[in-house]
């Protein structure tokens, strides 16, 4: 099956992380935010350190999805971004609200 666009091609076979398949499919941003950890300080071809690796493959993942990502599942992404900065310790702690 051919891939339709580049950015499709990069997710599926990123030269830096080795992703579950269909991490940007689930609907818990902990889970993501997991699966991208794990991909990322497991990654020996990685070029920045884990949090960078991750972070940015969340976000080109989003920012490539563009208007074809339904509404919810980017809340959902984007809030993976804060579980990603609370598991690598660049926030304080999750507050008692989420």
């Known amino acids: 099956m051919a891939v339709r666009h580049w950015s499709q091609n990069v997710t599926a076979h990123s030269n830096a992380l080795d992703l579950e398949q269909d991490v940007f499919a ?4 902990h889970e993501i935010a997991l699966s991208l ?3 990322a300080e497991h990654s020996k071809r ?3 350190t884990a949090f960078q690796s991750a972070m940015s493959m969340l976000t080109f993942y989003i920012n490539r999805a563009g208007k074809d990502l339904d509404e919810k599942q980017r809340k959902v992404l984007e809030r993976a971004k804060d579980e990603l900065r609370i598991l690598f310790g660049k926030e304080p702690t999750r507050s008692k609200a989420s």
């Open 46 to 48: 990685r070029k920045g």
């Open 37 to 39: 950890k794990r991909s």
């Open 26 to 29: 689930k609907h818990d941003p």
